[in-house]
């Protein structure tokens, strides 16, 4: 059955420091992969998705930029935080039709 | 522009008392109206897909409809444990994107 993992669970960042957030899937290969950001009150937000390794495509203009070096690993990074970054970020994995969602790390830019 | 909304925004319950979600929807080419259930501080966790008019799906309590513009989610006999925001998504394009309703907070009291 297929797994996915985010970490870290938790993270307290000040403005202006880097950000590296990673997501890996198990027991699946080629997925679709997708980072959202939750913030209170506005629903879940389409930040990144990939189709395939090195491939990335983005939903919004932001200071954040994502990656896939291997296949079912997929990273969210930042150079400098903004306290409008605090949010809950959700990685997600798609091969048919569903999308199915891992863990979150919940970031608190102070 | 393609859009979700949900309603209720929140939603309390006695335990037992059977009540519906709702989901409308404005897309060009529907291919997938899904529902998700989410618990406070983790990721969505998938519950259906529907993928046209007049389509129903059952788990447990839970049974969605879905109809040209709109998606029920209905609850009967509501236990405790039921208590989650549920959030709708439709799946529109080429590229399978998500959109996102809000979502609606069900409570549920003993």
């Known amino acids: 059955s297929q797994t996915i993992h985010q970490w870290p669970a938790t993270l307290v960042q000040p403005v202006g420091s880097p950000l590296s957030l990673e997501c890996t899937v198990e027991?699946?290969?080629?997925?679709?992969l997708y980072w959202y950001r939750q913030a209170a009150g506005r629903g879940l937000q389409l930040l990144f998705y990939s189709v395939g390794i090195g491939q990335i495509s983005s939903e919004v203009p932001q200071n954040l930029s994502a990656s896939r070096p291997q296949d079912r690993q997929f990273i969210l990074s930042s150079k400098k935080l903004l306290l409008s970054d605090s949010g809950f970020y959700l990685c997600?994995?798609?091969?048919?039709?569903?999308?199915?969602f891992g863990p979150g790390t919940r970031l608190t830019v102070t | 522009e393609d859009q979700v909304t949900q309603s209720p925004e929140a939603l309390r319950l006695q335990e037992g008392e059977s009540s519906s979600l709702n989901c409308s929807y404005t897309?060009?080419?529907?291919?997938?109206l899904f529902w998700y259930r989410q618990d406070p501080g983790k990721g969505p966790e998938f519950l259906f897909t529907?993928?046209?008019a007049g389509e129903e799906k059952e788990k447990e309590r839970l049974k969605a409809t879905l109809t040209k513009k709109e998606s029920f989610l209905h609850i009967t006999a509501p236990k405790p444990e039921d208590s989650a925001t549920y959030l709708c998504a439709v799946q529109a394009g080429s590229q399978g994107n998500l959109i996102f309703g809000k979502g609606t907070k069900l409570s549920v009291k003993p």
């Open positions: 027991g699946t290969s080629n997925p679709n």
């Open positions: 897309v060009s080419g529907l291919r997938g």
């Open positions: 529907l993928y046209s």
């Open positions: 997600a994995w798609r091969l048919t039709y569903e999308q199915y």
